[in-house]
């Protein structure tokens, strides 16, 4: 199964930060992934698929790039409501493999 | 509203089986591959398999592989997830999403854009 290595696993940031998550996968996934937010007692979130595509709804704040192996989503200008878990998903192959997740918390 | 709402969760001891099911409204199913999701408490989401949309193709992952078995129902808008064997690894929530297909410069993805709020599964050893 493709591994996927997120990190870091947790950063604290303020409002207004600009704050960068990676993703990066053991074999080439093209540019098959996806963003997902996830906060507490709720469902996963989709924010961007195709690496770089935004879901519609998501703010432009939120970005992703990347191909490969490697992937990045920045979260610039930190929103109160975007205090949550991040995680990547490579849709590439079977089967499906998330990261480990990025906490971003509340300097 | 588009929308997808698991139910049949429950408290079941290991060696157990239970059913559960994702009611699908506001779109039609059966234009769409479905997927389910689980989450350990604490823990990261993992994908537990999927299907097609005439229901003639699964994939799982090789944890569930054999015990688990995914079905649908077009005409009743619902995805099932059969579980038998049941262990206290599979406790988790048990989320289905819809897995929408969106195509940019000729490449199509798998885009799992509606999930539901997940039913509990607890397995009790």
């Known amino acids: 199964a493709i591994q996927m290595t997120q990190s870091p696993s947790s950063l604290s940031a303020s409002v207004g930060d600009t704050v960068t998550i990676t993703c990066r996968a053991t074999q080439g996934i093209r540019n098959d992934l996806a963003w997902y937010q996830q906060k507490p007692g709720e469902a996963p979130k989709l924010l961007i698929y195709?690496?770089?595509t935004l879901q519609g709804g998501v703010p432009s704040r939120f970005s992703g790039t990347g191909s490969a192996t490697y992937f990045s989503l920045t979260i610039s200008s930190l929103q109160p409501e975007d205090f949550a878990t991040y995680f990547c998903l490579q849709d590439f192959r079977y089967p499906r493999t998330f990261g480990q997740g990025t906490k971003v918390e509340i300097k | 509203d588009v929308q997808v709402v698991e139910s049949g969760g429950g408290l079941v001891r290991r060696g157990e089986s239970l059913r559960l099911s994702c009611a699908a409204s506001?779109?039609?199913?059966?234009?769409?591959?479905m997927t389910w999701f689980r989450q350990a408490p604490g823990k990261g989401p993992e994908w537990v398999g999927n299907?097609?949309?005439?229901?003639?193709?699964?994939h799982y992952v090789e944890s569930v592989e054999g015990r688990f078995t995914i079905t649908r129902d077009n005409a009743e808008n619902s995805l099932y997830l059969q579980m038998n064997s049941l262990t206290a690894d599979d406790t988790a929530i048990y989320f289905c999403?819809?897995?929408?297909?969106?195509?940019?410069?000729?490449?199509?993805?798998?885009?799992?854009?509606?999930w539901g709020q997940g039913t509990m599964v607890t397995v009790s050893s």
């Open positions: 999403a819809r897995d929408a297909t969106e195509c940019r410069n000729s490449v199509c993805y798998d885009v799992h854009d509606i």
């Open positions: 195709a690496a770089s």
């Open positions: 506001g779109f039609t199913l059966s234009g769409y591959w």
């Open positions: 299907i097609n949309r005439q229901g003639t193709e699964t």
